[in-house]
């Protein structure tokens, strides 16, 4: 079998029997969310809770992970939310070594049900799987916990591990795998309510494929012609002399006389890496400066990032003025992950030169909350953090024992210390502290009183929506098309497709040019100067969504495909759409359309959209699911809406454009799939399964 | 032609006496430095490894190796048809997050753990290679040309004499067919290393800057 | 015997390769011309005309060097130089490999050359207004490769206000103190402000 391995495995932690099963009938929903979405549909019944042994984590990869396809390292991981309102079905994506390694040990997916009495971790290490104690590792952080397990298995296994905020059952916890990724969306509580503390993967199998030699060639086509940067930006922040273009705010922050700093043995300049050059692809992005700022080159030894992806955004960094603060002086995240909880303090300071004490702030924060596991609903809990304090809400959630105990002032001065003193209480589970990271809806829930309606509609929360799930992205990149993608989720949206686009760093019209040949006149705004909804903006945000499904599906990173653009001037900058379905047919050896793969996708967006009806209970999505927070109609409130200088949106319009995103999936006028549609992408007992419950 | 070869083999034994058993400790050329893509301080840290074969030189350099592997699914799929780490012929799976193993000091030590450093193993394509003696039935051979340590399947039984032989734990028998696989030099590897962090340099340009 | 003397045996002599081409001195001086500005454009630099006058490779005679320069001014250059271009700076000719240096690059460096700051200030943020549209940050002045510093740019900014030409140019600041320049051929100043402060500040505080 080429591509799948057509088995997925079983583990029970109630039993800690495991079974290896067949995956072949998931197939038509091609791997990764698609198959993860679709056995929580069969096995998980509406309105489990999320925490109860009867709800399952599905872990999931695809056919294309594994292949060495660029951007392939990629694991989905599907299962009910704790953190937003409705509970409804949610994935996460992690990245690392895990994708590889489970594809490895031959498995499709891994479904983890029940829950264990005592904390235990999975162990399959190539063809023994078994339910192992882990008692002496509860407690552990995650860097320590991977530590462990490697020192005991082997210093290769993949390991996937909650730290305090999952076993103290925060809303907020994360997985982490291996060095730094994580997968979030609350799993660590699924995982902490399971008593699961960690899976260790090792395998030595192969990834079979239809055509080596045509993917290789594919692979190399990829890599020389198609990609950019991180993000898929494909301009350089600084002029440079292969380019035409030059654009800082793109991540292709590399170039001549920009260094990783604290490489071993000397600086390593980044130099100019023109496309066409996949061996040296690996210098374009300097994350660490990007996101440190230019402070941050001495301090990077070299860029890392998962499994089988040329661009490496995770910034590696050596802070020597963490020693003896942290556990260890280095670490590596990229984008939030570097500096999750920096925003916490008022003034940073500053060591050896302007701008480290903010970089040194940052790299303690995020040490701390891998260790912990601590997830932040992409700079959620910063915000609500920030919000309580900032409205003298802390005192009123804490006794004035528990309030005095902290030295607020640490926060003006800023003492990094202080970013600690409230994480340590946030994790712990008993602190009022811990009660804000629930996620936005549930602390709303909580403390509405205190709060009044201001909280979740404020743009000091941007949030996409009432349920309380961040904006990533939203308006702010691209008007109506990005704050579109959110409503098909249950969680922050993360839909790279279409802000990869705008932050191409390609001059305005080129962009819209090549776009509009795809969707249609009028898709595309120039940045902050948006226009009124329209159907070319609808089938653009509907490919936003159904290659990002893909990609969770496939599986591969939506932080940088699809290859809508190129960074060669000789093909004008325009990318190539088929790749996937390329990638999809050298792997499988079964030829595939760009047109085929989509409709694949969009099979499990009308799956998730059907189960999101359900979880909701009512068919009247618009109003009770698809709502954004006031402030996306008032912010810049001295600039009218769809002139220059604003990303506000307007009620109307925003009821216009769900109108026409909903006709460009077959949904009713409420947002509802139609039994048509259910049909129409083999969904005819879904459909019979919302008519029984009178959701169709 | 045959020139060229005795070219090469004078290089490569004048290069050997030159680097030994590594580059650590021994001044370089500015030629051979940017040969090798590398600096003086680089070369006598002990981050830049080489391994000669009778075609060119393997530079392995850990500063630049950031862990993709890459590498290893590219050797794969170019000699084996399937994309299987375990079966590369170069190896970063085993080492990346703490080196060879974990240690106490695993905080400050090698991979991604400690210190990022992540030196992928490889065949040293041997002189009096272990593997090719080791093996009972004489599939592992020298080719005539390149005196590259080739293995030939026909023969070969899956004994796994060759992998008990080897002290770098490079071959490995492919579980799919039974048969042994090794290096056989083919590049595939440096083709697929983003930083490039794996270099070829073929003796011809070495002798130009010896 | 060995492999390697079996293979001796076997094989032809071979002489060293002597088809050579016969070239001419003028189609040695074009290679010579052509390898040096091929070399100081790998390196991301133009090449002034008085620069080559002043280090003319030794195989080039100085009339055949401004014959073979003359043609390329027409766009057509001769044999090697087939791929060299020029762009005209404010002070003088640059020359370039354009099969390996864009167009706006060469005119940028050339500009850089020039050491004309209000040009260079004016030519790039006129672009980026048009093109993007985005306006031009006094930090991108700083970095690769123009290198100003910051009283440069300050200095800059003053002396544009004086000069009709740059009549179009002004400043905008962004919340964080963060300037840059913009032309109000191309976008008015309140949009310049609100995208400087998308990408200074909200880029960063709402990713």
């Known amino acids: 079998m080429n591509g799948w391995t057509g088995k997925l495995l079983r583990v029970n932690l109630t039993t800690g029997q495991s079974a290896v099963e067949s995956s072949e009938k998931y197939f038509d929903y091609i791997g990764g969310k698609g198959m993860a979405n679709r056995i929580i549909y069969e096995e998980v019944p509406n309105g489990t809770e999320p925490t109860a042994p009867e709800s399952k984590i599905v872990m999931a990869i695809g056919p294309n992970t594994g292949t060495n396809a660029p951007c392939s390292g990629r694991t989905t991981l599907a299962f009910l939310s704790p953190f937003t309102k409705y509970n409804a079905i949610v994935d996460a994506h992690v990245g690392g070594d895990t994708a590889v390694m489970l594809k490895g040990c031959g498995f499709d997916a891994m479904i983890i049900e029940g829950a264990a009495a005592n904390p235990v971790y999975i162990k399959v290490i190539e063809d023994e799987v078994t339910v192992e104690d882990a008692t002496d590792l509860w407690g552990k952080t995650t860097t320590e916990t991977t530590a462990a397990l490697c020192e005991k298995h082997g210093a290769g296994v993949n390991v996937m591990s909650i730290g305090q905020a999952g076993e103290n059952l925060l809303n907020l916890s994360c997985v982490i795998s291996g060095v730094a990724h994580s997968a979030g969306g609350g799993i660590g509580k699924l995982f902490g309510s399971k008593k699961l503390k960690a899976i260790a993967l090792y395998g030595k199998k192969a990834t079979q494929v239809a055509d080596a030699k045509r993917l290789l060639e594919l692979n190399n086509y990829i890599m020389s012609d198609l990609m950019g940067a991180n993000n898929n930006h494909v301009v350089p922040t600084v002029p440079q002399s292969w380019a035409q273009y030059s654009n800082k705010s793109t991540r292709w922050t590399g170039h001549p006389g920009l260094t990783w700093g604290a490489a071993e043995g000397g600086p390593i300049d980044t130099g100019e890496s023109a496309p066409g050059q996949p061996t040296l692809m690996g210098y374009r992005t300097q994350k660490a400066v990007f996101d440190h700022g230019p402070v941050a080159e001495k301090y990077t030894v070299k860029m890392v990032g998962c499994t089988s992806c040329p661009i490496r955004c995770y910034g590696g960094v050596n802070v020597p003025m963490l020693e003896g603060v942290t556990p260890n002086t280095t670490h590596a995240n990229t984008c939030i992950g570097n500096r999750p909880y920096v925003g916490l303090l008022k003034n940073y300071q500053d060591v050896h030169d302007e701008g480290d004490g903010r970089m040194t702030a940052g790299v303690y924060s995020a040490i701390l909350a891998d260790d912990y596991g601590l997830w932040d609903n992409y700079g959620e809990l910063n915000a609500t953090l920030n919000y309580f304090i900032n409205n003298g809400l802390m005192e009123k959630i804490m006794t004035p024992e528990q309030y005095a105990e902290i030295d607020w002032t640490k926060r003006e001065t800023g003492d990094m210390t202080f970013i600690k003193d409230i994480l340590e209480r946030v994790v712990s589970g008993t602190h009022p502290l811990s009660t804000l990271a629930q996620g936005a809806y549930y602390v709303d829930q909580q403390y509405h009183d205190i709060l009044g309606d201001d909280y979740l509609n404020s743009s000091a929360m941007t949030l996409w929506g009432l349920i309380g799930a961040k904006r990533h992205h939203g308006n702010e990149c691209a008007a109506q098309v990005g704050m579109l993608t959110n409503i098909i989720y249950n969680r922050d949206g993360m839909c790279h497709t279409i802000v990869n686009i705008t932050g191409s760093g390609l001059p305005y019209e080129i962009q819209r040019n090549i776009v509009e040949e795809h969707f249609g006149e009028g898709c595309l705004d120039k940045p902050k100067n948006y226009t009124r909804m329209n159907e070319a903006k609808a089938r653009f945000a509907k490919f936003g969504v159904v290659r990002q499904v893909l990609h969770d599906s496939f599986t591969l990173c939506n932080w940088v495909w699809p290859m809508t653009f190129s960074p060669r001037k000789e093909r004008g900058y325009k990318g190539d759409l088929s790749a996937e379905a390329k990638l999809m047919s050298a792997v499988t050896g079964k030829e595939w359309t760009a047109e085929e793969l989509d409709f694949a996708a969009e099979r499990v967006i009308q799956l998730h959209r059907a189960m999101t009806v359900k979880s909701v209970g009512s068919r009247d999505m618009r109003n009770l699911h698809d709502v954004i927070p006031e402030y996306a109609y008032t912010t810049e409130p001295d600039v009218p809406v769809f002139t220059e200088g604003t990303v506000k949106m307007e009620k109307e319009d925003w009821q216009l454009a769900l109108s026409m995103f909903y006709q460009q999936f077959g949904w009713d006028e409420q947002g509802a799939p139609t039994r048509e549609t259910l049909e129409k992408f083999g969904l005819a007992d879904v459909a019979d399964d919302l008519a029984a419950a009178n959701l169709l | ?210 | 015997m060995d492999d390697y003397q079996a293979l001796e045996n076997n094989q032809p002599e071979t002489t060293a390769q002597t088809d050579e081409l016969q070239q001419t001195p003028r189609q040695i001086a074009a290679a010579a011309l052509a390898d040096v500005l091929y070399d100081r454009t790998a390196h991301s630099k133009v090449t002034s005309a008085k620069w080559l006058k002043q280090n003319a490779p030794k195989e080039v005679d100085r009339a055949v060097m401004d014959e073979l320069l003359a043609a390329v001014d027409a766009g057509k250059g001769e044999d090697d130089l087939s791929h060299i271009a020029m762009t005209r700076g404010g002070k003088d000719k640059y020359y370039y490999n354009a099969s390996i240096m864009t167009q706006e690059y060469a005119r940028l460096d050339a500009m850089l050359e020039d050491k004309d700051i209000l040009k260079t200030i004016a030519t790039v943020t006129r672009s980026d207004c048009k093109l993007y549209p985005r306006p031009t940050e006094f930090s991108k002045l700083m970095g690769y490769p123009f290198r100003f510093s910051l009283d440069e740019v300050e200095g800059a900014a003053a002396r544009m206000q004086l000069r009709e030409e740059y009549g179009d140019i002004g400043v905008v600041q962004a919340s964080n103190g963060a300037k840059a320049f913009y032309s109000s051929q191309f976008v008015k100043e309140g949009y310049a402000r609100a995208l400087l402060e998308g990408s200074e500040v909200e880029a960063h505080e709402w990713p």
């Not at chain 2, 090469?8 to 940017?34: C, I, N, Q, W």
């Not at chain 2, 590498?71 to 000699?79: A, P």
Request: hydrophobic letters at 35%; glycine letters at 8%.
């Open chain 2, 1 to 210: 032609m045959s020139k060229g070869i005795m070219n090469r083999e004078l290089t490569r034994r004048e290069f050997m006496k030159l680097t030994g058993k590594g580059m650590a400790g021994v001044a370089l050329s500015s030629s051979l430095l940017r040969l090798f893509d590398c600096t003086q301080a680089q070369a006598e840290s002990g981050q830049v490894k080489v391994y000669p074969n009778s075609e060119y030189v393997l530079v392995v350099n850990k500063a630049k190796c950031t862990g993709c592997q890459r590498c290893e699914v590219n050797c794969t799929l170019t000699n084996d048809g399937k994309a299987q780490p375990y079966l590369s012929r170069i190896n970063a799976r085993d080492n990346f997050q703490f080196g060879p193993k974990v240690n106490e000091n695993y905080l400050t030590a090698a991979g991604f753990f400690g210190d990022w450093s992540v030196e992928p193993a490889t065949c040293h394509q041997c002189e009096n290679a272990p593997c090719m003696l080791a093996c009972p039935v004489g599939a592992i051979y020298p080719d005539p040309l390149t005196s590259v340590r080739l293995l030939d399947q026909e023969k070969c039984i899956g004994c796994g004499a060759c992998v008990a032989a080897c002290p770098f734990g490079m071959p490995k028998i492919d579980p799919d067919n039974g048969k042994s696989t090794k290096c056989i030099a083919c590049g595939a590897c440096v083709a697929g290393c983003p930083t490039s962090a794996l270099k070829i340099v073929l003796w011809d340009e070495i002798a130009a800057a010896l």
